[in-house]
């Protein structure tokens, strides 16, 4: 599995490619996926991804059918705030690699676009690096890149944060109170996981009872 470094080497080796013959939207991320001459944004972002050895799940042209199938599919990686890496979906039917987020606006690799404000945005002639507000983003799509991975205690911590958040089932709360009566437990965090350990020495209070 790649990591977001990777794949942003790889994407930037890219900036300056151009179509040849100009206008024609031939490149070689067009002949790679097999639609040379056809709109190729959404192919550039597939061909840097396989180039990194971490080919979409969804192979797809259409920046709506890839952001369709990520919401269907995996809802997780549609992700609110961008970071390095994520693919960019925009409300203009467009997309790109983010290199650099800020506050009020992205910095992406892009392809398929324009170098400047003064020619077409989403049906350009090259490879550009471009900032763009926002308020154009339709929706950010979260790859799972290799320092992405979580450890054994960084998921038991992500678990246990969304068990704390869990109420207390209606039909163990009679027993719950019971329990804490008797002092086997103190009934906080009621919903969090617990060793085995805990659970004997839990058992044995009871046995004592």
Same mark, same amino acid.
């Given at each position: 599995m790649a990591t977001a470094d990777k794949l942003l080497s790889i994407a930037a080796g890219e900036l300056g490619t151009v179509e040849a013959p100009a206008g024609s939207n031939r490149t070689k991320y067009g002949k790679w996926y097999g639609l040379d001459g056809e709109p190729w944004c959404m192919m550039f972002v597939q061909w840097c991804f396989a180039q990194a050895g971490m080919p979409l799940p969804c192979r797809t042209a259409s920046c709506s059918a890839l952001l369709r199938w /990520?919401?269907?599919?995996?809802?997780?990686?549609?992700?609110?705030e961008p970071r390095r890496g994520d693919i960019v979906i /925009?409300?203009?039917g467009h997309t790109g690699i983010v290199l650099l987020p800020s506050a009020g606006s992205i910095c992406a690799i892009e392809g398929n676009t324009s170098a400047g404000e003064a020619g077409s945005q989403d049906n350009g002639g090259g490879v550009y690096l471009r900032t763009r507000q926002r308020s154009l983003v339709s929706a950010y799509i979260r790859p799972e890149f290799e320092e992405d991975s979580m450890t054994g205690e960084e998921i038991y911590r992500e678990l246990q944060a969304y068990l704390s958040k869990q109420p207390v089932p209606a039909w163990a709360r009679a027993e719950l109170a019971e329990a804490m009566e008797l002092g086997i437990t103190d009934g906080t965090r009621p919903m969090e996981l617990i060793p085995r350990y805990q659970a004997a020495i839990m058992a044995l209070r009871a046995a004592r009872k």
């Open positions: /990520y919401r269907q599919n995996r809802p997780r990686q549609v992700v609110p /925009y409300t203009f």
